[in-house]
């Protein structure tokens, strides 16, 4: 009978983590930034309909990173729970910590189970308030971990360095666009090159509190994008004269072809010709 190969716990719960960790790494970032009015959310996302950020209720909404067949069907677990509850319950007894809670019950249970994969995917739960310090972002990972920040949150790929861009430009109570500008400044820094991200290559959304609708959340259009894009694209410098744009006082040659010419006069006295080499030019 042959013994059966041993690896320690500690050793597989390290694989695993690994595992996860270097799917995760292979796709895009994704931020969600709190402003003025509320969350912003940006990924790079080139796809059109395999979306990474979506709703989940009223006032909730879902970002993730990963593989998109194992996120969408935790998306979809959520807005059941959501609306189960909603309906059973009452709308305002749907909150981002029970939605996230649940999530880390379900992530922790897989990990830690030998029978399956751990799923490559990191997830982000916002729910916003009725002011900036009564919103809620938590961060969860593929172990089950979650965590309350604020501020702002980064996930997929290289998210350290995208992390410590957004450090070092983000501030409290940031406007729409500046957070908008912010992000994608940040995506684009994600490696040695810096990057010009366009708006066909990022999915933007918003929790916007100021609307009045009962829900919350929105998706930013490409058109709107390019044009909250170009507001908040700082002035570029003026631009310097060319050596053949024509300077104060002195005539154009389109001009001097068009001004007229005064008939020669037999008894002026005639210019000796110049040397070879010499300059013909008016001074």
Do not use: C, W
């Amino acid at each position: 009978m042959s013994v059966p190969f041993y690896v320690s716990p500690e050793q597989l719960m390290r694989d695993r983590a690994d595992f996860a960790r270097k799917g995760i790494s292979k796709g895009r970032s994704a931020i969600a930034l709190q402003y003025a009015d509320g969350i912003l959310f940006v990924a790079e996302n080139r796809s059109p309909a395999l979306h990474k950020v979506a709703e989940i209720y009223d006032r909730m909404a879902f970002a993730a990173v990963g593989r998109y067949n194992e996120f969408e069907n935790l998306r979809i677990a959520g807005v059941r729970l959501a609306d189960m509850r909603g309906y059973s319950y009452d709308r305002r007894d749907v909150t981002g910590r029970a939605l996230a809670n649940a999530y880390a019950q379900t992530l922790g249970a897989i990990f830690s189970s030998g029978g399956e994969k751990p799923l490559e995917v990191e997830i982000l739960v916002a729910e916003i308030g009725a002011s900036a310090a009564e919103d809620q972002i938590y961060r969860l990972t593929y172990d089950g971990s979650i965590a309350d920040v604020r501020g702002y949150a980064v996930m997929g790929g290289p998210a350290e360095t995208v992390a410590d861009y957004v450090g070092e430009h983000f501030k409290e109570g940031i406007s729409l666009a500046g957070a908008l500008r912010l992000a994608v400044d940040a995506l684009g820094h994600d490696s040695g090159e810096v990057r010009q991200l366009t708006s066909d290559q990022i999915e933007v959304a918003v929790l916007d509190r100021t609307r009045t609708q009962v829900r919350k959340f929105k998706r930013i259009s490409v058109e709107t994008l390019e044009r909250i894009l170009s507001e908040s694209r700082p002035d570029s410098e003026p631009a310097k004269p060319t050596e053949d744009a024509p300077v104060a006082g002195e005539t154009t040659t389109a001009a001097a072809d068009e001004a007229p010419v005064a008939p020669p006069d037999d008894d002026a006295p005639v210019a000796p010709p110049e040397e070879p080499g010499g300059d013909n030019r008016p001074l």
